[in-house]
């Protein structure tokens, strides 16, 4: 936001410089992100003098330029070869000497130097009004008041202004700061506490009176949550033209185009008082009749920018008898602003209530100056002195006369705030004990109001301006900003305490695990928790009545909380893809968020996203593409890291997994994976397949604290490997082998291992062929053939006689 140090000069009467004076705003909170300097001519018309032309002949050499001699006030005059029509002698002219700088239309910068013009020797320009930046006329020099004295500055003739621009870093909250005014009002409380005081000048009201009651415009506020108040006057026979200078240099020194005196006007007291305004053309109004109402879903309207808008149900639109003619508190309607026929206007001054321009603003992808300051919340109290301000300066600018009384629709007035302040809870939030006569002065500066006074605290009236200001906490952190942080001493001795804390913590195991994955090959993503509430759709298992829904979305794209990572993982995995990088391995650590009738619910989440190739080509490797047992073998390390083993494995519920398995812990669901379906895919423009595991962290967590770990010395004896080449049923997995093996023989047995699979040629219909390795070890002692041999031939039976199973 940009504030002008001239401009704020105009409510608070302070001499310093900028940079001070910019510093004391940082400190109340105000962040000045920079200082630019504004000069309402560019170069200040440094070099340029009030001279006179003493003689004016005929160039020899060309019949287009003359040849003069002008005085500056120097000890000779110059001579200057001159090409303008209408130079002559006797005229008072400005006078641009060598070296000065001058700017074209554009902004670029030229020089003036000593030369010849046609064999003519030219010591400096008379310039023309368009070469000085003070209007657009090339027709000829500038002539001046021959009363004017040779050789001023030009810049003393016409009152160039010199600005200091603050460029304020405005946090949300501050909605009470986003004008002139506002700032003036803070800066006041900060010299106030290094004791300078002084007074707030506001805008005198005094002249305000109704001329005439000749055009009378009916308002009636349909929808009052919307718009809790709204004001309006008429203003008659007004002369739409160019502003004077003083305003559009007021507008320009901030970065505003000007565009009329009337808009000018409502721009001007939106950035004085922080009260957005809206002038209609009276004669566009039918039936002299102001609706304020909602309109139907898909009424089309088109906007100031021609842009043709369909409107939502909810939106709040300024309507006359038959049409809309403004969204409100954010655009105009192309068919009902001033033009430079308008002769009558109706005036606009609205309090409308934040949430409701804010959805609208951001549902159209609009973002005004107006919609700004209204969503994050406004003066309800300042609508209407607001109002007669901005018609006391159009009747001064635009000529006209105010024709009829104000209406103001204010049905329920907009309290202020009740806060009761402890002052030992300030004491404990600051740090140290503020006096109580400083902060009493600190508050009845911010315009809080003390109501009373004990020997604990105060109670307090908070203004309805400060909305951000309705907590204690809220209040002692008014008194500290103003007091002042860096003015709160620090001790000398620091105390300190060293916890013991539990290796189990959450983030502990977070970054075991994504040490983990990251060494594997995978990256980590951090995804929005904000999401569009369309997904809902790709899945049963999600429920739209559980959606956490944001007051104020930023978009119709992130309306509400995810109730899944999934659909945040495949954003990220589209993004890539789209930008040909198809292999991938994603991890997230997340939450989900649950609305439900009672309560709300917030889950801890890992989850995985694997798709196209495991490794990256290479000359001397094959490349695979990543395929389910790669991704079952990092789930399962991912537990075995953390301890948890002997898992209980049925097929996924999961209806956003095709092909997948679900991994339990007794009764509690560690984990979820599995081939994500091509409908969901589809939806993200996702053509190969993706893998996803979804653990659920919070049932990782409670089982990872119940493993104990157990050491075990390192065996002195070796170990045995025996195969077995086994012709099964398809329907057998290696599961049952496993399952079947252990039960065999619980104490010799250390491993079981699939290591080749066959199905094809020269085997039986119906059959497969399973290569499986046994690893086989007695901790005290060496084993025998014969030991091997019974236990290898044990295998074999309970293979045949539970599986069917053949030896090869």
Not at 38 to 52: C, M, N, P, T
Not at 674 to 695: E, M, P, R, T, W
Not at 746 to 752: F, Y
Not at 789 to 797: A, H, I, R, V
Request: net charge negative; with cysteine; glycine share 6%.
């Amino acid at each position: 936001m940009k504030i002008s140090y001239n401009w704020l000069k105009q409510f608070i009467n302070i001499d310093w410089d900028a940079e001070k004076t910019g510093e004391l705003l940082t400190d109340l909170g105000l962040e000045i992100e920079g200082i630019e300097r504004y000069e309402s001519v560019k170069g200040g018309l440094d070099g340029i003098i009030i001279g006179e032309v003493l003689t004016c002949e005929q160039h020899p050499n060309a019949d287009r330029l003359k040849v003069t001699t002008v005085n500056i006030g120097a000890d000779t005059p110059l001579q200057i070869v001159c090409g303008a029509p209408n130079v002559a002698a006797g005229q008072k002219v400005p006078v641009a000497t060598i070296g000065t700088t001058l700017y074209t239309a554009e902004g670029e910068a030229w020089k003036i130097k000593k030369g010849k013009i046609r064999g003519e020797e030219s010591h400096g320009m008379i310039c023309a009004e368009d070469e000085l930046g003070l209007g657009e006329s090339h027709d000829g020099i500038m002539v001046l008041d021959p009363k004017l004295r040779v050789g001023i500055p030009a810049a003393q003739v016409f009152n160039i202004e010199n600005d200091a621009i603050f460029e304020i870093g405005l946090t949300p909250n501050r909605a009470d700061a986003m004008s002139h005014y506002g700032v003036a009002r803070d800066l006041k409380a900060g010299l106030l506490q290094q004791e300078i005081p002084l007074e707030l000048i506001t805008p005198s009201l005094s002249a305000y009176h109704v001329d005439a009651r000749s055009l009378k415009i009916d308002v009636d506020v349909q929808d009052k949550e919307k718009c809790p108040r709204y004001c309006g006057v008429t203003i008659s026979d007004v002369t739409v033209e160019p502003s004077p200078s003083w305003l559009q240099s007021r507008l320009k020194s901030i970065g505003l185009s000007p565009i009329n005196n009337i808009v000018d006007i409502t721009n001007y007291v939106l950035h004085e008082l922080g009260q957005p305004l809206h002038a209609f053309d009276a004669h566009k109004i039918s039936k002299n009749k102001v609706v304020v109402k909602t309109c139907e879903a898909g009424t089309k309207f088109t906007t100031l920018d021609g842009v043709v808008r369909e409107l939502h149900e909810d939106d709040l639109m300024i309507c006359d008898d038959e049409k809309p003619m403004c969204i409100a508190g954010v655009f105009g309607g192309i068919d009902s602003g001033v033009t430079e026929n308008t002769h009558n206007i109706f005036l606009e001054s609205a309090y409308f209530d934040p949430v409701s321009i804010r959805k609208t603003a951001k549902r159209h992808g609009l973002n005004t100056d107006a919609s700004f300051r209204f969503e994050r919340g406004i003066d309800p109290n300042i609508t209407e002195f607001a109002l007669k301000r901005a018609a006391l300066l159009i009747t001064e600018i635009a000529g006209g006369e105010i024709s009829s009384d104000i209406s103001d629709s204010y049905p329920i007035k907009i309290e202020d705030f009740q806060v009761r302040l402890s002052f030992d809870n300030a004491k404990k939030l600051i740090g140290e004990e503020i006096p109580r006569e400083t902060i009493k002065s600190i508050l009845t500066s911010l315009d809080i109001k003390v109501n009373n006074v004990t020997e604990t605290g105060l109670g307090l009236t908070v203004p309805a301006y400060r909305n951000d200001v309705q907590r204690e906490a809220d209040i002692i952190e008014e008194i500290l900003r103003v007091y002042g942080y860096n003015n709160v001493g620090t001790t000398e001795k620091l105390n300190a305490s060293i916890s013991n804390s539990s290796r189990f913590e959450d983030y502990k195991l977070q970054n075991v695990i994504g040490n983990q994955l990251a060494s594997q090959g995978f990256f980590e993503i951090m995804a929005n928790s904000l999401t569009s509430p369309k997904y809902m759709s790709l899945s049963n298992d999600l429920n739209e009545d559980h959606n956490v829904k944001m007051l104020n979305p930023l978009s119709n794209d992130l309306e509400v909380m995810r109730q899944s990572l999934l659909f945040s993982g495949l954003e990220a995995l589209a993004h890539n893809i789209n930008r040909k990088r198809s292999d991938l391995k994603l991890f997230e650590f997340g939450k989900t968020y649950h609305q439900y009738a009672e309560n709300r619910a917030e889950r801890k989440h890992l989850s995985l996203f694997v798709t196209g190739n495991k490794n990256e080509e290479r000359w001397n490797s094959p490349t695979q593409p990543s395929d389910f047992f790669f991704l079952k073998g990092t789930v399962e390390s991912t537990l075995e890291r953390l301890g948890l083993k002997r898992l209980k494995s049925a097929p996924t519920k999961s209806d956003v997994i095709s092909e997948g398995v679900s991994l339990a812990l007794g009764k509690k669901t560690m984990v979820d994976f599995g081939l994500v379906k091509k409908s969901v895919l589809k939806h993200f423009g996702i053509s190969q397949n993706v893998l996803y595991a979804d653990f659920n962290w919070d049932n990782v967590l409670e089982m990872a604290q119940h493993n104990k770990i157990k050491f075990n010395a390192i065996p002195k004896y070796p170990e045995v490997r025996r195969d077995f080449a086994l012709l099964l049923d398809n329907s057998v997995s290696f599961e049952d082998i496993h399952t079947i093996a252990k039960q065999t023989e619980k104490q010799l047995l250390k491993n079981v291992n699939l290591f080749d699979v066959y199905e094809g040629k020269n085997l039986p219909a119906g059959k497969k062929s399973y290569a499986v390795s046994f690893t086989l070890q007695d901790e005290n002692k060496t084993l025998t053939d014969k030991q091997i041999d019974k236990l290898m031939s044990k295998l074999q039976s309970n293979f045949e006689s539970k599986l069917g199973a053949e030896l090869r």
